[in-house]
């Protein structure tokens, strides 16, 4: 466990985690469709999130994409992943992309979860700076960027295309290690 506040604990990915990811997975079909349809196309059944997760634990060994997921204490239901993702080593800067059981939506919990994950970035892993990239429609995201003081840069134009859809133009919100 990386992190434990409320009644919620952040863990890195973890093969003991395969069933339960495709449990999620399954329950948020709709949530994830639209904005994390590979995650989604991944983890339909128990033997796809098993190659998965050994996928997710390999980047992450390799510092190359960390995936954490988000469970009630004492409990493995997987309720939340957190992607820190697009890592340039370089230049020393990351993307999160999350997603949270619609059972768990409005709570804070993601909020509360990438202000400790920010923290773990900067500290640990030695990132200067973090982003989040969201489409203005999704409210909930935007609003977790701002609760974490995220700051909009720009907008991205035609920045992602979700499955069967047109491009889409994206909003660029960052926070720098102070």
Known sequence: MLFNFDAFEIHAINIKDAWSICNFAVANEDRLKRFFPITLQQNLTPELSEIFVNKKEKEHATKSEFLFTLKPTNSKKIIGLIYLKE??????????????DYNFEGKGIISKSVNYLSQYAFNELGIKTLQIIVHKTNLSSVKVAKNCNFIWVKTLENAYTPPGENPLNMELYQLQKL
């Open 87 to 100: 890592l340039n080593w370089q230049t020393k800067q990351g993307e999160f992309a999350y997603a949270i």
